[in-house]
């Protein structure tokens, strides 16, 4: 039985232009949307507006001098943020439209009009700070998703799950006190930002609720796999999240010029279905995907869309056979370093 997955696409998001030599450029997701047009991806998926965020949606995670300082952005030519950041003319309207398309995704998900969905937006969000822009992010989506689902929705515990292979810092920052966010990171250790090891565990009430595997370069589509069944699917089922997201990056491919990961099209579809066998056990299968890196365009679109199947469920992975496939010795040092670390906060281990 196929299930509804719902896609926010916009042209809006091929208008972020934030200049030469960002590897985040518009044609990511030209690449990913001359994808859904492909014969075996149409007619399948329902199409979710992406609709504009409000100013009070974004101030639920940002401060109100930190939007100003985007908002003034607007019709401008290209404005630094920071080193590495950069907002051009429709930059600001962009990211109002990611997040607010977000927001629209997950109010349907909760609202079970459909089952589950995918944000194919940019720029994308999971770098950005209460305060700051950085790593090509501006607002942070997935952030201002669990508040959204929380605050306005009236939704308990979330799980956000980020296997972008850059650290998650603005989403860790924004709920390292929160015992009602699970934050689960796997992500390349040693690359930018140069947080999320593995004693990041969380603060305050949030002790034991932050969960960083920062991993040397190497693991592929067994590990991923198998490291998704034998330590996030215990924690997860534990834990009860109503709701899951997934900051979804594609940069661990094998192809994507960032790191030095061994993913391929297979892997994602592997941790998709591990993430979607949680959440049909836990939260009635609602899980909510926001696209963040994944700079080799062939390879992202390959991957999204083997993600992608997997949700609507016209392909259904093996995750068991998969997983037995992997490096036993690389997945034993992930799971052997979360537990020694979280054994203390006594929640999952
Ligand atoms: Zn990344």
Known sequence: MTLKTGIVKGDIFLKHIPGDGCPDTPQRLKSIYSMLADSD?????????PKKAE?????????????????ETNGKNLIA???????????????????????????????????????LIRPPGHHAEKSRAMGYCLFNHVALGAIFAQKILKLGRILIIDWDIHHGNGT??????????LFFSIHQSGLFPGTGIFTETGLGAGEGYTINLPIPKGYG????????????APVAERFAPELILV??????????????????ASGFAGMTASIKRIADKV???????????????????GAVKAVLKEMVGITCCDISAMAAKANKKKVDYVVRRCIEVHKYAGHFF
Do not use: W
């Not at 991806?41 to 507006?49: E, G, K, R, T, Y």
């Not at 299968?285 to 390879?299: R, T």
């Open 172 to 181: 860790q920052h924004a709920f390292e006190r929160d015992p009602n966010v």
């Open 41 to 49: 991806m149409q007619d399948i998926f329902v199409d979710v507006l």
């Open 247 to 264: 900051s979804a990056g594609f940069d661990t491919h094998k192809d994507d010029p960032m790191g030095g990961m061994r993913m391929t």
């Open 55 to 71: 100013k009070e949606d974004i101030l639920l995670f940002h401060s109100h001098e930190y939007f100003e300082k985007i908002a």
């Open 81 to 119: 943020l920071t080193g590495d950041t950069h907002a051009g003319e429709d930059t600001f309207d962009a990211a109002l439209y990611a997040t607010g398309g977000l927001l629209n995704a997950i109010s349907l998900v909760a609202a079970k009009k459909i089952d589950n969905a995918f944000a």
């Open 283 to 301: 939260c009635g299968g609602k899980m909510v995907y926001s696209l963040e890196g994944g700079y080799n365009s062939d390879a992202l679109s």
């Open 221 to 232: 589509d067994a590990e991923y796999t198998s490291i998704f069944e034998c330590l996030l």
